[in-house]
């Protein structure tokens, strides 16, 4: 019976720890977060797909009592509905905002059902309204 050397056993062996992981890491990537504007050039083919997207708060926007808000691009905007997600530091105008969740048809209107939002910290440079 053939044996390896202790070293090339552990080599071996961290071949396969480090193939495994990589393996792991490549079939779990996670989508990328894509802009709103990327997303409304197409946004049927986002429906019943979990997806991350980013965008900022339009002003004004904000609507408590349904838990809704506008999130802008460049060029387009996207209702967010966020009754079922956790949200990090709060909402408010023109914050950075990544969310993410699942892209819905509803009532002739496309909607994105927030699971997550992140926030962006306001900037201590900014100025106070």
Do not use: W
């Not at 490549?26 to 965008?55: K, Q």
């Not at 009592?65 to 209702?79: A, D, P, W, Y």
């Not at 969740?101 to 699971?115: H, L, P």
């Not at 306001?122 to 100025?127: A, D, L, N, Q, T």
């Amino acid at each position: 019976m053939y044996m390896f050397s202790r070293r090339i056993r552990i080599l071996l062996l961290g071949a396969v720890v480090t193939l495994g992981l990589l393996g792991v890491i490549l079939i779990e990537a996670p989508e990328p977060t894509r802009t709103v504007d990327e997303v409304m050039e197409n946004p049927s083919s986002y429906i019943d797909r979990e997806i991350a997207v980013r965008g900022e708060i339009v002003d004004g926007s904000i609507n408590a009592n349904e838990s809704v808000f506008m999130l802008h691009g460049s060029t387009f905007t996207l209702q967010i509905d966020y009754l079922d997600a956790s949200v990090s530091n709060g909402l408010g105008d023109n914050r950075t905002v990544y969310a993410q969740g699942v892209m819905r048809y509803i009532d002739g209107e496309y909607v994105f059902e927030a699971q997550i939002i992140k926030t962006s910290c306001p900037s201590k440079y900014e100025e106070e309204s």
